[in-house]
T-cell receptor
Framework: GQNIDQPTEMTATEGAIVQINCTYQ??????LFWYQQHAGEAPTFLSY????GLEEKGRFSSFLSRSKGYSYLLLKELQMKDSASYLC??????????FGKGTMLLVSP | DTGVSQDPRHKITKRGQNVTFRCDPI?????LYWYRQTLGQGPEFLTY????????KSRLLSDRFSAERPKGSFSTLEIQRTEQGDSAMYLCASSNRGQETQYFGPGTRLLVL
């Protein structure tokens, strides 16, 4: 089976930097994804890591350590619109994703 | 490219009724996935198609649930004899073989009274 852990909630201030951690246990690891989900909407893709290291995409970066079963999503220059749930998902094999419960991020002025 | 679409967006039904949802994937995507999401949880995998073949089903998918993708394009998910516990957001996603990312549709929100 697979187990994915991420914090339930985080708060941060507009303009700040926030790091959302995700730890996982799985066999046959084949990639880790981060999705953003606003309330009542579908998840939207943010990033994908399959090799160790940092992937940067604008204000968002994602890091993976396969040996530690650990990833983080880094959000810089936070904006109010970044208030959302952030979902960590792991793929084992070549098909389906297993999602964590999501981290609800609240950005305050 | 219009993205993944789902219909209906909302469905209210009475316990014991049957419901059917439709998903139209991104046109060139050959893989299609169904997930279910309840409040405060991440999406849970239900089933997966590659073209018209249903390759994987979750243990969550009871015999009341059936999914089809008859021509390898759109897919339907049917729930028979709905129960209150079936109330959830049903999400469809698609991807293309060789590309890793799954793209989600807007979901169908089901409420069983």
């Amino acid at each position: 089976g697979q187990n994915i852990d991420q914090p339930t909630e985080m708060t941060a201030t507009e303009g700040a930097i926030v790091q959302i951690n995700c730890t996982y246990q799985t066999s046959g690891f084949n990639g880790l994804f981060w999705y953003q989900q606003h309330a009542g909407e579908a998840p939207t893709f943010l990033s994908y890591n399959v090799l160790d290291g940092l992937e940067e995409k604008g204000r968002f970066s994602s890091f993976l350590s396969r040996s530690k079963g650990y990833s983080y999503l880094l959000l810089k220059e936070l904006q109010m619109k970044d208030s959302a749930s952030y979902l960590c998902a792991v793929r084992a094999g070549y098909s389906t994703l297993t999602f964590g419960k999501g981290t609800m991020l609240l950005v305050s002025p | 490219d219009t993205g993944v679409s789902q219909d209906p967006r909302h469905k209210i039904t009475k316990r014991g009724q049957n419901v059917t949802f439709r998903c139209d994937p991104i046109s060139e995507h050959n893989r299609l996935y169904w997930y279910r999401q309840t409040l405060g949880q991440g999406p849970e995998f239900l089933t997966y198609f590659q073209n018209e073949a249903q390759l994987e089903k979750s243990r969550l998918l009871s015999d009341r649930f059936s999914a089809e993708r008859p021509k390898g394009s759109f897919s339907t998910l049917e729930i028979q004899r709905t129960e209150q516990g079936d109330s959830a957001m049903y999400l469809c996603a698609s991807s293309n073989r060789g590309q890793e990312t799954q793209y989600f549709g807007p979901g169908t929100r089901l409420l069983v009274l």
